[in-house]
């Protein structure tokens, strides 16, 4: 397939988008998964196919169907979503590739800190009034101040998988 994403602006379809996350704990033995359930997000295709956009998770929003460990991941051992009620990506660049993946460089912000990121997307459907792009990229939480490690429990990286469907924002 071969995609051209029209100029304008796009937003996020909430209800066919979803943000995951996993970790692994309990030294290695058990993966932890959650999703966010409040993802909201637009952006805008520039001529030439260059886009920019913010995609805003509600930090409060992750569920991992435990509501004690809910509880404490919005705690400040973790995501402080009293203080820091967002996580946001701010797409600075996206570059689609002969091969409909989409390079996208940007900012990823946790607790107010902020790093770049670089990932690549794959277009799973595209059509002229929505794109569908998926991606899976891994994030050291200790870069974000996320250092809450009882006993060592928690290794490893944190995989964060994602399916953006943007729909064309009509004016």
């Known amino acids: 397939m071969t995609v051209a994403v029209e100029t304008g602006l796009w937003r996020l379809d909430q209800a066919a988008s979803v943000v995951a996350v996993q970790q692994k704990t309990m030294w290695g033995l058990v993966t932890v998964k959650g999703t966010f359930t409040s993802v909201s997000g637009e952006g805008e295709v520039r001529a030439g196919g260059s886009a920019q ?3 805003t998770l509600d930090a409060a929003s992750l569920d991992t169907k435990h509501a004690k460990r809910d509880q404490h991941l919005r705690h400040a051992d973790f995501f402080d979503a009293d203080n820091h009620p967002a996580l946001t990506f701010a797409v600075h660049g996206a570059e689609l590739r002969p091969d409909d993946t989409v390079q996208v460089t940007g900012e990823l912000t946790v607790r107010g800190v902020g790093r ?4 690549t997307a794959r277009v799973v459907r595209a059509d002229a009034g929505a794109v569908t792009l998926e991606t899976e990229f891994v ?3 200790a870069q974000f101040g996320i250092g809450w490690n009882q006993m060592g429990m928690m290794r490893g990286l944190t995989t964060v998988n994602a399916t953006l469907r943007f729909a064309r924002a009509v004016a």
């Not at 770049?116 to 990932?119: A, G």
């Open 116 to 119: 770049p990121q670089t990932l």
């Open 53 to 55: 956009g913010t995609i």
């Open 139 to 141: 994030v050291d939480r």
